[in-house]
């Protein structure tokens, strides 16, 4: 008798053990990263993403791929543009399930207004801030300092709705370069008009993001923005929205996204992830 009570009492702590540790495995893996969602691979759905033009070269060439070899199911649809219009048209009904924003700002407005769901909110990736030429620049700008002397275009976002271009203005601003620049800006919509500008020659120089840089041939790299230029940290925060007709798939694609695997690619792409 005692012998049975003894072999019971083993097999019950045994029991305990193996959920136990299954339990703590898969909260290991939220804590790593992996890919925690539910939604069976075989579902289908769609998930409307509203991403910050920067974004654009990561999750068409690879991230959305990867994801539908993932999910076959689930067409991912991007809308890309600067942050602050992508802001504007949340607020007036943009079809969206997911806001990924170049700077806490916009996302911060719409969470503000009730239409982000907060406990999905991830400070999730950094960039930083870059000067740069046309490739076959012959002008003598190794610096920002340099700006002052330039007699051309410099072109930056419009800080009115570009991240970018807020970032440039409050890199300018803090070296005291703003005043003596300010007549020579062009203003683009978003940070590939930017890039593009100079990649075209029709800029002398341009302030964008590093992974926009890093993108196109076209162009060179002077440097980065001074180490006290900006106080500012280049956060992209990723969330859903509150009122998503697709809060299924929208979840498996922000788990992807979250996925060692997904972070890797975004590292290529020139970003670092945000601990």
């Keep these: 008798m005692k012998s049975m009570k003894k072999l019971l009492f083993v097999a019950i702590l045994a029991l305990v053990v193996i959920v136990s540790v299954g339990a703590c495995s898969a909260g290991f893996l939220d804590f790593l990263g992996g890919d925690s969602s539910s939604v069976d691979a075989n579902a289908t759905g769609e998930v409307n993403l509203a991403a910050a033009a920067s974004l654009k070269n990561a999750f068409d060439k690879d991230l959305i791929p990867l994801f539908n070899e993932k999910y076959p199911g689930i067409k ?61 620049s012959t002008l003598n700008i190794t610096s920002f300092d340099d700006l002052k002397n330039v007699n051309g275009t410099i072109a930056i976002g419009d800080p009115e709705s570009v991240p970018a271009g807020q970032y440039a203005q409050e890199a300018l601003n803090n070296t005291g370069l703003w005043s003596s620049v300010e007549p020579k800006l062009s203003l683009g919509t978003d940070v590939t008009a930017v890039l593009n500008q100079v990649a075209q020659g029709s800029a002398d120089c341009g302030i964008v ?55 890797d690619i975004f590292v290529e792409y020139g970003f670092t992830i945000h601990e």
């Design 76 to 136: 991912v649809t991007p809308t890309y543009a600067s942050s602050g219009d992508l802001q504007t048209q949340i607020e007036n009904g943009l079809k969206a399930d997911i806001f990924m924003s170049a700077a806490n700002k916009q996302m911060n407005a719409l969470a503000k207004k009730g239409l982000i769901d907060n406990d999905t909110n991830v400070q999730f990736l950094e960039n930083k801030v870059v000067l740069i030429v046309p490739k076959d």
């Design 209 to 263: 993001y590093a992974t926009d840089a890093k993108s196109n041939e076209n162009v060179t790299v002077v440097c980065e923005a001074p180490d006290n230029a900006l106080k500012t940290p280049v956060i992209y925060p990723i969330a859903m929205i509150k009122d998503s007709n697709n809060t299924d798939s929208a979840k498996a694609f922000m788990d992807f996204l979250q996925t060692q695997e997904a972070k």
